[in-house]
């Protein structure tokens, strides 16, 4: 397993449960070491939603852990604390198991044969090579699940995809993620500041409310925020309110709208970010593709995403969407483009496959660029991974998955066309944003079962 994060961890507590030998090789020093990067934020998950069920049963069955209260929301932090470093402690004790740290993944291949030769490919082992600070290693695996994840790529601020013009140049100013506003020394980095912040998801939403907190306060006075969007409008940015069955994420969605109405937030939609420039006195300029300006900038928080990385696996062969970077499958089910509700069908090893057998792509990685991944999908994916890798096919075949209604109707393809986005919006109606939510379904998914309907509504 690549990745000491929920997922990889979850997949290696299936894999214990099974009487499985597997290596969990997480790149920082601790379990969860992306989860410690934003420690400070509080999920829109209770704890009975990020607990793997195997994980669990582990857990329950030692000494020395306590369970969380199941209807609280966790922060980061608490997660990693309370359920992941002791869940990954249980497993590096595990009969067969390993956990290493410091052992960053730089290549996944064919043990003695690279991208283009065919013969033998099923069957030779994974050649996986691995830092550490003793130096290089390699290592040989029958399987590998890539859980991985995003969070070492966030997405740039130029609307290119790249980089804007000045954007490396004045990183110093620019942060990527939502800072710790409880931090005195991070509150008083934006204290009476211009703060641009651009981005319309949850974690921009987070971004805008810790803002606003800090205006509140006698150090913040004087605060104020240029929201940075591409979209022509706000629209559905702030998710289904009291409809959303993720209560904290429709309590975020509220709050972030008032925010945003509170008058320190400045609002600017299609704005394409094209430079970042020193200004004279030494705060920035922004420019839009568009030749919109926003001038006398302290500081910049982009909360546009993330991106996976495919570099280390060069010499193995993938099936990837060409827009996304997810698992081609499950492209048309969790793309914004032709996806509005963030819900997708349950799903698992044959959905995952990849051209290179034994290899899977799991969780936030499976997803690609796309947003509103849930802990409880990738527990999902890995309980019927590790049961095909372990030939349980029947187990691996039965995917019994409910997702809550997020409320969250991106449509992202017609974020050029206002009118375009108005449609959408009517066309869904009561069945996702807005009206009463639909009651959550669950699912089950057979080998040969037909097409899969939605967790919960019939949005998309």
């Known amino acids: 397993m690549i990745g000491a994060g929920p997922i990889g961890l979850a997949a290696a507590a299936n894999a214990a449960e099974r009487g499985m030998d597997f290596v969990v090789l997480e790149a920082g020093p601790r379990a969860a070491a992306a989860v410690g990067e934003w420690s ?3 999920l829109f998950s209770s704890w009975s939603e990020l607990l793997d069920p195997a994980a669990r049963r582990l857990l329950d069955a030692s000494e020395t852990w306590t369970a ?17 470093q002791p869940l990954a402690d ?41 830092e550490t600070s003793q130096g290089r290693e390699r290592l040989l695996a029958s ?52 703060v641009a912040v651009a981005g319309k998801g949850a974690s921009a939403q987070g971004v805008l409310v810790g803002l606003a907190t800090l ?8 605060t104020r925020v240029s929201w940075l969007l591409r979209r022509p409008s706000v629209g559905d940015a702030f998710g289904g309110g009291d409809n959303d069955q993720l209560e904290q994420r429709g309590k975020l969605g509220q709050d972030a709208e008032a925010a945003a109405t509170s008058g320190i937030v400045t609002t600017l939609t299609q704005f394409r970010t094209a430079a970042v420039a020193a200004q004279a006195d030494g705060r920035l ?33 993938l099936d990837l969407d060409p827009a996304l970077g997810a698992a081609r499958v499950l492209a048309d089910q969790i793309h914004p483009d032709h996806h509005s509700c963030g ?13 290179e057998q034994g290899l899977f792509l799991v969780g936030m990685k499976s997803y690609g660029r796309a947003p509103s991944f849930l802990a409880m999908t990738g527990y999902e994916q890995v309980r019927s991974v590790v049961a095909a890798l372990d030939g ?64 919960s509504g019939s949005c998309g």
């Open 40 to 42: 400070h934020v509080r």
């Open 68 to 84: 969380p209260d199941d209807t609280a929301y966790p922060t980061g932090g608490e997660w990693r604390d309370g359920y992941l």
């Open 90 to 130: 249980l497993l590096a004790g595990a009969t067969g198991g390993q956990v290493r740290y410091d052992s960053r993944v730089v290549g996944v291949g064919r043990a003695g044969r690279d991208l283009m030769v065919d013969s033998g490919r099923e069957s030779d082992p994974f050649a996986v090579h691995i």
């Open 143 to 194: 399987a590998v699940v890539d859980a991985s994840g995003t969070w070492t790529r966030p997405n740039p601020l130029g609307a290119d995809g790249y980089p804007a013009l000045g954007e490396t140049e004045n990183a110093d100013r620019i942060t990527y993620g939502i800072p710790d506003f409880a931090d005195q020394s991070i509150a008083a980095r934006y204290a009476g500041k211009h």
């Open 215 to 222: 205006s509140a306060t006698d150090a913040g006075a004087g």
């Open 285 to 317: 300029g922004v420019t839009s593709l568009d030749g919109q300006s926003l001038s006398d900038v302290d500081e910049v928080i982009v909360v546009t995403g993330f991106r996976p990385d495919f570099g280390f696996l060069s010499e193995v062969r």
């Open 343 to 355: 819900d997708v069908a349950p799903h698992g090893h044959r959905e995952l496959t990849q051209p």
């Open 392 to 455: 349980d096919l029947e187990a691996a075949d039965r995917v019994d998955l409910v997702l809550p209604d997020t409320g969250v109707c991106n449509g992202a393809g017609a974020f050029d066309d206002p009118d375009a986005l108005a449609e959408l919006g009517a066309a869904i109606g009561d069945s996702c944003c807005g009206g009463a939510a639909a009651e959550p379904q669950l699912i089950t998914l057979g080998a040969n079962t037909g097409a899969a309907g939605t967790a």
